[in-house]
C-alpha cells in the first residue's frame, strides 16, 4: 500500500476523531480522546504538530502528534510524540512510516531524542516500538489509576544523535 505523509487539514478532523475513539481506549492510553469532546479535539488538532498519513485514495490511514516536552531551551532538542493508526491499517506500515518520517524531520531540525509514553497493558505497542529501536527509559510502577486498579507506564526514546 503507497502511504502519503502530510500535514493535518481542516478536513481531516473527521477522519481522524473516529480513528482516536477508536484506538484510544481505556487500557491502552490514559488520554480518552472522547472526555473532552469533538469541539475541544477539533481544537487541538489544529494547533499541534501532526503528521497526517493517507492512503492513494486521500483517506486518513493514522496520525502522529509531536512537540517539546516543555518551554525551556533545555527541552528543545527533544520531542514527545503520539500516534494512533485506525484498527483496519494497522501491520501494513502506517505507524512505521510515520514513526521514520519523525526521525528523518527530527534529523532535519537537530533533535537529538524522540520519546513516547506507553502503558504496560499495550503490549503490542511496546514490542513494536522496541522493533523500531526505541530504548526503554523509566518506568512508571503504578502510573495511573483507572477501573479500580493500578497501571503502569513506561518512556520510550529513539536517540537521533
Known amino acids: 500500500m ?6 493535518q487539514i481542516e478536513s481531516d478532523i473527521p477522519e481522524l476523531w473516529e480513528i482516536e475513539k477508536s484506538v484510544m ?8 480522546v472522547t472526555e473532552n469532546g469533538y469541539e475541544q479535539f477539533k481544537k487541538d488538532v489544529m494547533t499541534q504538530n501532526m503528521l497526517v498519513a493517507r492512503n492513494e485514495d486521500g483517506i486518513v490511514l493514522g496520525s502522529l502528534v509531536y512537540h517539546s516536552p516543555g518551554l525551556a531551551p533545555s527541552r528543545q532538542k527533544q520531542w ?3 500516534i494512533s493508526v485506525a484498527k483496519q491499517a494497522q501491520g501494513q506500515g502506517v505507524g512505521r512510516q510515520l514513526i521514520e518520517h ?4 527530527g534529523k ?7 520519546a513516547l509514553r506507553v502503558m504496560a497493558t499495550n503490549t503490542n505497542a511496546l514490542h513494536f516500538y522496541q522493533h ?4 526503554q527509559e523509566a518506568y512508571f510502577k503504578r502510573e495511573f489509576w483507572e477501573d479500580n ?13
Open 80 to 82: 514527545l510524540f503520539g
Open 132 to 135: 523500531l529501536g526505541f530504548e
Open 108 to 114: 532535519q531540525n537537530s533533535i537529538g531524542k524522540i
Open 25 to 32: 481506549v481505556k487500557g491502552t492510553t490514559p488520554h480518552v
Open 102 to 105: 519523525l526521525i528523518e524531520l
Open 149 to 161: 486498579q493500578w497501571l503502569d507506564d513506561y518512556q520510550l526514546a529513539y536517540y537521533l544523535d
Open 2 to 7: 503507497k502511504i502519503h505523509i502530510t500535514s
